[in-house]
């Protein structure tokens, strides 16, 4: 599924709710949209506090698909083309110096 389908049914979504009204007790503001997103990418990292492998697969992917709504969302509100800014670190990445650290030994970030 193309990024483009996820954010008009994420948009689709979230005007049902009317969270983009004005009076909107969850007004979906840039702001409120960053907090959401390092609040729900935590949420993420719980399935790891205490262990190496995830033992609930299902509520791990719950978590990472409201990481990736808040994103879409935010990326949208702000204007920004998410398929293209994600291009755009690739090449930048590309071309960026790699310095091994003592965790990374033997391993390649390209």
């Not at 299902?58 to 949208?76: G, I, K, R, T, W």
């Not at 690739?90 to 965790?103: F, G, I, Q, V």
Request: net charge negative; proline share 3%.
């Amino acid at each position: 599924m193309d990024l483009d389908t996820l954010t008009q049914a994420m948009h689709a979504f979230v005007e049902s709710k009317g969270w983009y009204r004005e009076d909107s007790p969850k007004r979906q503001t840039q702001r409120n949209l960053a907090i959401s997103l390092v609040l729900e990418a935590s949420e993420v990292l719980e399935h790891f506090q205490w262990n190496s492998e995830v033992s609930r697969p299902d509520e791990l992917a719950d978590e990472l698909a409201d990481v990736m709504l808040y994103l879409l969302q935010l990326a949208s509100c702000s204007g920004i083309d998410l398929g293209e800014a994600v291009m755009t670190k690739l090449d930048k990445n590309k071309a960026r110096e790699w310095r091994e650290s003592p965790n990374d030994a033997g391993m390649s970030r390209e």
